[in-house]
C-alpha cells in the first residue's frame, strides 16, 4: 500500500486525518511512464487522478498563436515530486484539460476517479476538504497559465491583437467610409463649382459617374462593415485588413480615374492620393502600406506617362494652367518627385506611429489583466482576513463565557469545601483544595490577560481616551500596591510632582500599565527592598519610570520583555503568564507613547527600571486645559 506520509504532503488531501488518508492510500495504484509517453490527451476526460512520485510531468496545451497559423503544443507548466494532475476528474466535466506527458521516466500515484467518488460522498468532511482543494488548485494552474500567456504575449512580437484593438480597427474603417461620402460629395460639389462658377472646362459627366460608382461600393463596404461587428474576434483582424486592403485599391483606381478627367498632371487635388495612404497604413502592417502607397504611386505615374507620351488622349483644364503643360517635362517630372516623396514620408510617419499605438495598446490589456489578478489576490487575502476576525471573535467569546462559567462555578465549589460547610477537611484535604484554586484564579488571570490584550487590539483604549489627571491615577496606583509592598516589608516611594500636566489618555488603562510595573517591582525584588514611583515632564513628554532594587533583567532577556508569554530567565521562579508587559506595551503605544526597560539603571543601581512616554500638549481637535 502506498504510505500514508506520501499522501499527506499532497496539497489536495491537507487536513484530512490519518483514518481518511489509509482509506484513500487503499484505493491508489501505482503507474510507470517512459520519457515523453503522452499520459492523457488535452480535453479528454481524466479517468484518473495523478499523483507524481517521481520524474518530471509537462503540461500541454494547443495554442493558436495567429489567426491563419496552426495551432502549436505548448508547455504551460513542468510538475515536480508531490504535485497531483488529472484534476479534471474530480471536477465539472467543463473545466479545462491540459494534456500531460512524462518528461523523464515516471512513477506515479494512480486513483481511479469511480473509487474515490463514493468515498468522498460517504465521508463529507473528506469531500468537502478535497473539492475545495481541488478548485484552489484548479483555480492557481488557470491564473498561472494565464499569465504565462498574457507575458507572453506582451513581450513577443506576435501580433495577436487584443480585443481593444479590433474594435478600434472596425472604427477606423468606419471613419474611412464616413470620409468617402464626404468624398464623393466634394467631388461633384467642387466639379459644378469649377465649371458654372469658375468657368474651368472639362468633361463633368465621366466624373460624376465615378462619383456614383464610389457611392455605390461605399454603400456596399458600409453594409459589410457592419457585419464584420458580429465577427469571432480571432478572424476580425485578418479580415479588416483584407477588406482595407481591396477599398484602398477601389479608392485608388477612382481617383486615378477622377484625375485623368479633370486634367491628370494640372490637377492640385492629386495631393489628396496622401489620404488614402495615411488611412491604410493605420490599419494595415508596415509591408502593405508601402505596397500601397506604391500602387500609388504606379497608378499615377502611369496616368501621366500615357498622356505625356499620348497614348491616352489628355484633359485639358481648359482656363486653369497653360495647355501644354502635361507636356513640359520639368514640370511632370518635378511633380512625380514631389508626389512620391509625399506619399512614402505618409507612410512611413503613419505607420510608425501607428505601430506604436498598437504597441501601447497590447501593453495596456496585459498590465490590465495582471492588475485584475492582482486585485482578485487581495480580494482573497482580505476575506482570509475577515474570517480570522471572525474566528478571534468567536474564540473570544467562547473564552468568556465558556471558559470562566465553569471555572466560576469550580471556584465556588471549592470556596464551600474550604469553608467546611460540607464537613471536616484533613489538612492534607486542605492544602490540595487551596493549591486548586490558586492555580484557577491563575487560569482566570491568563484568561482576562487575553481578553485584555482583544480588547486593545480592537481599539477599547483609543475609544475610553480623554483628559485626565496623570497625578490622580498614579496615586491610586501607589495606594492600591502599599499593601502588597508591605507584605514583603518593601518601601515604596512616589515621587509624583502636583504640577503635573493632564494628559490625553484612558485612566483605567494608564492604571493596568503602572499597576502592572509596579507589581513586577514587588515581585522581582525580594523583601527588604524598594520600589519607586517617578514621573516628570520632559520638553515634549511626560515620563514615568518604576525602579526596584530587585534581581534585576539578564541582557539577554531584555530584547524580549515585551513579547507575548515571554518569561524571563531571572524570573522563572515567580509564578505569571508573560504576558504583562505586552498587553503594558500596547496600551503604551496606543497613547502614542514608548516604552523601554533598563537593568542596572542609572549609573550601575542594581535591579530594573522600567520607562514609559505620552505625548504632552494637546492631540489635533483636542484641548487640554492645565489645573
Ligand atoms: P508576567 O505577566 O508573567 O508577570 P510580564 O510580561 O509582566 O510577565 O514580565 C515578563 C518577564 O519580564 C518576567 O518573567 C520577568 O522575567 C521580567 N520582569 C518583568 N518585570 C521585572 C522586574 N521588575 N524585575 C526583573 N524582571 C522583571
Not at 478627367?261 to 495612404?277: D, R, S
Not at 509591408?287 to 484633359?315: D, K, M, N
Not at 503643360?325 to 518635378?334: D, I, K, N, P
Request: hydrophobic share 45%.
Amino acid at each position: 500500500m502506498i504510505p500514508i506520509q506520501l499522501l499527506r504532503k499532497v496539497s489536495v488531501f491537507e487536513g484530512l486525518n490519518d483514518r481518511q488518508l489509509e482509506k484513500i492510500a487503499s484505493l491508489c495504484g501505482e503507474e510507470i511512464h517512459v520519457a515523453g509517453a503522452l499520459i492523457f490527451k488535452e480535453g479528454a476526460p481524466a479517468q484518473k487522478v495523478y499523483i507524481l512520485r517521481e520524474g518530471k510531468i509537462a503540461l500541454e496545451m494547443g495554442i493558436r498563436l495567429w489567426p491563419e497559423q496552426k495551432i502549436r503544443q505548448m508547455t504551460i507548466e513542468i510538475l515536480s515530486p508531490g504535485e497531483l494532475f488529472g484534476l479534471s476528474t474530480l471536477t465539472e466535466s467543463d473545466v479545462l484539460t491540459m494534456a500531460a506527458r512524462a518528461v523523464d521516466r515516471s512513477k506515479l500515484i494512480v486513483l481511479n476517479a469511480g473509487d474515490l467518488h463514493p468515498l468522498m460522498d460517504e465521508d463529507h468532511d473528506m469531500g468537502y476538504r478535497i473539492a475545495s482543494g481541488v478548485a484552489n488548485l484548479v483555480a492557481a494552474r488557470l491564473r498561472d497559465t494565464r499569465l504565462k500567456l498574457t507575458g507572453f504575449l506582451g513581450e513577443s512580437q506576435v501580433a495577436l491583437e487584443q480585443t481593444p484593438e479590433e474594435s478600434t480597427a472596425i472604427r477606423r474603417i468606419q471613419y474611412g467610409i464616413n470620409f468617402r461620402w464626404v468624398a464623393v460629395i466634394g467631388v461633384v460639389v467642387i466639379t459644378l463649382l469649377a465649371n458654372l462658377v469658375f468657368g474651368i472646362r472639362f468633361p463633368i459627366l465621366p466624373v460624376l459617374v465615378i462619383a456614383l460608382i464610389i457611392a455605390l461600393y461605399n454603400v456596399a463596404f458600409w453594409r459589410y462593415t457592419e457585419r464584420l461587428e458580429s465577427e469571432e474576434p480571432a478572424t476580425v483582424i485578418p479580415k479588416v485588413r483584407r477588406y482595407v486592403w481591396v477599398q484602398s485599391v477601389a479608392d485608388l483606381l477612382a481617383t486615378t480615374a477622377i484625375i485623368h478627367f479633370t486634367g491628370g498632371v494640372e490637377n492640385p487635388f492629386i495631393l489628396y492620393y496622401v489620404f488614402h495612404v495615411i488611412l491604410a497604413s493605420i490599419i494595415l502592417p508596415y509591408r502593405l502600406a508601402y505596397l500601397l502607397a506604391t500602387l500609388a504611386v504606379a497608378l499615377f505615374t502611369s496616368l501621366v506617362g500615357l498622356e505625356y507620351f499620348q497614348i491616352i488622349p489628355h484633359v485639358h483644364l481648359e482656363g486653369f494652367v497653360r495647355p501644354d503643360l502635361y507636356l513640359q517635362t520639368s514640370f511632370v517630372l518635378a511633380v512625380l518627385f514631389g508626389f512620391g516623396t509625399t506619399l512614402y514620408i505618409s507612410a512611413y510617419l503613419t505607420t510608425a506611429i501607428a505601430g506604436e499605438l498598437r504597441k501601447r495598446q497590447r501593453e495596456t490589456v496585459a498590465l490590465r489583466d495582471r492588475l485584475l489578478l492582482e486585485a482578485k489576490e487581495l480580494e482573497k487575502a482580505n476575506e482570509e482576513l475577515v474570517r480570522l476576525d471572525r474566528l478571534k471573535t468567536y474564540f473570544l467569546a467562547m473564552a468568556s463565557h465558556d471558559l470562566k462559567t465553569p471555572l466560576a462555578a469550580v471556584q465556588s465549589y471549592l470556596h464551600v469545601m474550604l469553608g467546611g460547610f460540607v464537613g471536616e477537611l484533613s489538612d492534607q484535604h486542605r492544602h490540595m483544595l487551596e493549591r486548586s484554586s490558586t492555580r484557577i484564579n491563575e487560569l482566570f488571570d491568563l484568561i482576562n490577560r487575553f481578553l485584555d490584550l482583544a480588547q486593545i487590539e480592537k481599539g477599547k483604549v483609543v475609544e475610553e481616551m480623554e483628559i485626565i489627571s496623570l497625578q490622580e491615577v498614579l496615586n491610586s496606583c501607589v495606594e492600591d500596591i502599599r499593601i502588597l509592598a508591605a507584605e514583603k516589608s518593601q518601601e515604596l516611594k512616589a515621587d509624583i510632582p502636583s504640577d503635573l500636566p493632564k494628559v490625553y489618555g484612558s485612566a483605567n488603562h494608564l492604571k493596568q500599565v503602572v499597576t502592572n510595573l509596579l507589581s513586577n517591582g514587588v515581585k522581582f525584588t525580594p523583601e527588604g527592598g524598594s520600589i519607586t514611583l517617578r514621573a516628570r515632564e520632559t520638553d515634549h513628554h511626560i515620563e514615568v519610570a518604576v525602579m526596584d532594587t530587585g534581581i534585576g533583567i539578564v541582557p539577554d532577556d531584555l530584547p524580549h520583555l515585551f513579547e507575548q508569554f515571554y518569561r524571563g530567565k531571572g524570573g522563572a521562579t515567580a509564578k505569571g503568564t508573560g504576558l504583562g508587559l505586552s498587553i503594558v506595551k500596547r496600551i503604551v503605544e496606543a497613547h502614542q507613547g514608548k516604552i523601554w526597560a533598563e537593568s542596572p539603571y542609572d549609573d550601575g543601581q542594581s535591579g530594573a527600571k522600567f520607562v514609559f512616554t505620552l505625548p504632552k500638549g494637546q492631540p489635533a481637535g483636542i484641548k487640554i486645559f492645565g489645573d
